[in-house]
């Protein structure tokens, strides 16, 4: 504890002069004013901080060295302020990969989806060619019965004439038959074109299912990533909300230790001014 220094009069009654000890200790006393309130605005230490810094409030009140303690006091301080700036520093971090992590899978799930709807559409395409080259086959087929219907028609026609219209008949016959040949050589044209476009199409069915089948797997794994990225943004969630609540916990903790030091600096107060009530009356005393 603080003593006092001075001289007896020649009374008995002591003469109360504050030492230079007591001065040093009014000293520290306002700089852990000062510290308390650095801490009251910061709002956040370890438990271990808080220990530390009572035992050194305590230590430098009772033992009255000023400068070196009271420096070592605001140093732990800052140091705990500056690891718990850190932790909030990080949690901010962790929160924000998390997002951007979410906000990448929902891309990637748009994209796979996008995908899947080509991939629908190019096996549509294709079977939609697929049946246009079974219709053009069909419409062929039907033209050539039409054909043999005509001609066993004609047929018929020649074997039940008359004798009296047979060279009728004959003539007639040529004129259809020439007919016949024109239109058989203009359908043979137009077979060869359909066939031609017919192969052209049957060879582009392969490569059209290839890239089906290939934009389908791309589809499958983009969304195995998309899902492994939302299970990563779970776990930084996880993460950022155990780190919250380790802030709230050190958050409660300081406004503990707040307390405590609150209660200290008032009764070192009360102290003080009982002592100097004290060495006020004794200096009245002494003058009286």
């Known amino acids: 504890m603080p003593s006092f220094g001075g001289t007896l009069e020649k009374d008995g009654l002591p003469r109360i002069r504050p030492s230079r000890q007591f001065v040093y200790s009014v000293i520290g006393v306002g700089a852990l004013g000062l510290v308390l309130c650095s801490v009251l605005f910061a709002g956040i230490s370890s438990d271990h901080a808080?220990?530390?810094?009572l035992e050194s409030a305590d230590s430098a009140s009772e033992s009255g060295s000023s400068d070196a303690q009271l420096a070592k006091m605001q140093e732990e301080v800052k140091q705990q302020l500056m690891e718990a700036a850190k932790r909030r520093a990080l949690a901010k971090k962790h929160r924000e990969q998390a997002q951007e992590l979410a906000a990448k899978a929902v891309e990637d799930r748009t994209a796979a989806d996008v995908l899947k709807r080509k991939s629908a559409y190019a096996r549509a395409e294709a079977a939609v060619k697929s049946d246009s080259a079974a219709v053009t086959t069909a419409e062929k087929r039907v033209r050539m019965l039409k054909e043999k219907a005509a001609t066993r028609d004609a047929a018929a026609d020649q074997d039940e004439a008359k004798a009296d219209q047979l060279k009728e008949d004959v003539l007639t016959l040529d004129d259809r038959a020439g007919t016949l040949t024109e239109r058989a050589s203009a359908e043979e044209a137009r077979v060869?074109?359909?066939?031609?476009?017919?192969?052209?199409?049957?060879s582009g069915l392969p490569a059209l299912l290839r890239k089906a089948v290939s934009t389908e797997a791309r589809a499958a794994k983009l969304?195995?990533?998309?899902?492994?990225?939302m299970a990563d943004s779970t776990a930084k969630m996880a993460r950022a909300g155990r780190l919250d609540a380790l802030a709230a916990a050190k958050e409660g903790q300081a406004r503990v230790m707040r307390t405590r030091l609150v209660g200290i600096l008032a009764a070192k107060t009360e102290a003080?001014?009982?002592?100097?009530?004290?060495?006020?009356a004794s200096e009245l005393a002494a003058k009286r």
């Open 50 to 53: 808080g220990i530390s810094v």
């Open 192 to 202: 060869k074109v359909v066939r031609s476009a017919a192969e052209k199409e049957a």
């Open 223 to 229: 969304k195995r990533a998309a899902r492994a990225r």
């Open 272 to 280: 003080l001014d009982r002592r100097r009530e004290a060495a006020a």
